[in-house]
C-alpha cells in the first residue's frame, strides 16, 4: 500500500509541474505577443549594394519605418525591392528589437549597350538602365545592333535576339578568358551580321564571323597560349577567325 500511495503522489507532482509549465508556456507566448506589438522599426540596414547606393534603397523603405515589426510582411517588402531594375534577389528579416535588415543581390552589367539614352545589359540579357557607376565601370561597349526601344524594356530580358546572342558569347568569353573580357573595348555587329571584337589596346580587330562562335572563342585563346612570352594578341592589327580551324593574322605596321 506504501508503494501505491508513493506512486499517487508521484503522478501529482508531475502532472502538477506539467500543467504549471504549460500555463507559464502559454502566459510567455501572450506576453512576447503584446511586446512584438510594441516593437516598431527604428532603423534599416541595407547590405549587398555595389552599384546603387544603400542610403537610396533605405530611402524607398522609409515609410516603414514606427511600423510595429508584428504588422511587417517579410517576402512583400523583397518583393518591393525587386521591383527595381538593378535587384536581382532581396532578402528581408527583422533583428530585433527594432532593426529591418536587408540582404540585396544587384545585377552586373556585363556590356553596355550603344544607344541614346545608353542602356546596359547583365548575364540574363536583363535590360538595365544608365547609371553613373556603371559608366565608370571597364565594360564592352555593344554596337551595331537594332536599337529600336521597344526591343529593350527595363528591368526585363531584350527582345532582341542578336543581344541575346550577345550576351551567351560575352558569358562564353568570361567563364573561358576572363583576360580577354577585361581587354574588350567593344563587340561589333557589321553589316554582314558577323562579330567582331575590338581590344582595348592599340587596337586590335578580332573577327568572329557568325556562325560556331563559341568554338572560335576557344581557338583564340588556344592561339593566344601558342605565342611566345613576347608576343601577344594585341601585336596584330587584324585576327581572322572566320574560317574553320583556321587563324589568319594582319601584323601591325611599324
Same mark, same amino acid.
Given at each position: 500500500?506504501?508503494?501505491?500511495?508513493?506512486?499517487?503522489?508521484? +503522478?501529482?507532482?508531475?502532472?502538477?509541474?506539467?500543467?504549471?509549465?504549460?500555463?507559464?508556456?502559454?502566459?510567455?507566448?501572450?506576453?512576447?505577443?503584446? =511586446?512584438?506589438? @510594441?516593437?516598431?522599426?527604428?532603423?534599416?540596414?541595407?547590405?549587398?549594394?555595389?552599384?546603387?547606393?544603400?542610403?537610396? =534603397?533605405?530611402? %524607398?523603405?522609409?515609410?516603414? $519605418?514606427?511600423?510595429?515589426?508584428?504588422?511587417?510582411?517579410?517576402?512583400?517588402?523583397?518583393?518591393?525591392?525587386?521591383?527595381?531594375? =538593378?535587384?536581382?534577389?532581396? +532578402?528581408?528579416?527583422?533583428?530585433?528589437?527594432?532593426?529591418?535588415?536587408? /540582404?540585396?543581390?544587384?545585377?552586373?552589367? $556585363?556590356?553596355?549597350?550603344? @544607344?541614346?539614352?545608353? @542602356?546596359?545589359?547583365?548575364?540574363? %540579357?536583363?535590360?538595365?538602365?544608365?547609371?553613373?557607376?556603371?559608366?565608370?565601370?571597364?565594360?564592352?561597349?555593344? %554596337?551595331?545592333?537594332?536599337?529600336?526601344?521597344?526591343?529593350?524594356?527595363?528591368?526585363?530580358?531584350?527582345?532582341?535576339?542578336?543581344?541575346?546572342?550577345?550576351?551567351?558569347? $560575352?558569358?562564353?568569353?568570361?567563364?573561358?578568358?576572363?583576360?580577354? =573580357?577585361?581587354?574588350?573595348?567593344?563587340?561589333?555587329?557589321?553589316?554582314?551580321?558577323?562579330? /567582331?571584337?575590338?581590344?582595348?589596346?592599340?587596337?586590335?580587330?578580332?573577327?568572329?564571323?557568325?556562325?560556331? $562562335?563559341?568554338?572560335?572563342?576557344?581557338?583564340?585563346?588556344?592561339?593566344?597560349?601558342?605565342?611566345?612570352?613576347?608576343?601577344?594578341?594585341?601585336?596584330?592589327?587584324?585576327?581572322?577567325?572566320?574560317?574553320?580551324?583556321?587563324?589568319?593574322?594582319? /601584323? +601591325?605596321?611599324?
Amino acid at each position: 500500500m506504501k508503494t501505491l500511495a508513493q506512486f499517487a503522489s508521484f +503522478r501529482f507532482v508531475v502532472g502538477f509541474s506539467l500543467t504549471l509549465a504549460c500555463s507559464a508556456l502559454t502566459w510567455g507566448a501572450f506576453s512576447w505577443a503584446s =511586446y512584438t506589438k @510594441m516593437l516598431s522599426v527604428k532603423s534599416i540596414l541595407v547590405t549587398g549594394s555595389k552599384i546603387i547606393p544603400a542610403s537610396d =534603397y533605405t530611402n %524607398s523603405l522609409q515609410d516603414l $519605418i514606427g511600423l510595429p515589426v508584428s504588422q511587417l510582411h517579410n517576402k512583400t517588402i523583397a518583393e518591393r525591392l525587386e521591383t527595381s531594375p =538593378y535587384v536581382q534577389a532581396a +532578402r528581408v528579416s527583422i533583428h530585433f528589437p527594432d532593426v529591418l535588415s536587408v /540582404e540585396l543581390v544587384e545585377r552586373e552589367p $556585363i556590356a553596355m549597350i550603344n @544607344m541614346d539614352p545608353i @542602356m546596359f545589359i547583365d548575364q540574363y %540579357s536583363v535590360v538595365l538602365p544608365n547609371n553613373s557607376t556603371v559608366i565608370e565601370m571597364n565594360i564592352p561597349i555593344l %554596337s551595331g545592333f537594332n536599337e529600336t526601344k521597344n526591343l529593350f524594356p527595363v528591368g526585363k530580358p531584350t527582345l532582341s535576339s542578336k543581344i541575346r546572342e550577345t550576351t551567351k558569347i $560575352i558569358v562564353r568569353i568570361q567563364n573561358l578568358n576572363p583576360t580577354l =573580357y577585361k581587354n574588350i573595348s567593344e563587340i561589333r555587329l557589321n553589316h554582314q551580321d558577323e562579330y /567582331e571584337l575590338i581590344l582595348l589596346e592599340k587596337p586590335t580587330k578580332v573577327l568572329l564571323g557568325l556562325k560556331n $562562335i563559341s568554338k572560335k572563342i576557344h581557338i583564340l585563346k588556344e592561339f593566344g597560349l601558342s605565342l611566345s612570352q613576347k608576343r601577344h594578341l594585341t601585336d596584330f592589327s587584324t585576327i581572322d577567325l572566320r574560317y574553320n580551324n583556321q587563324v589568319i593574322v594582319r /601584323e +601591325r605596321k611599324r
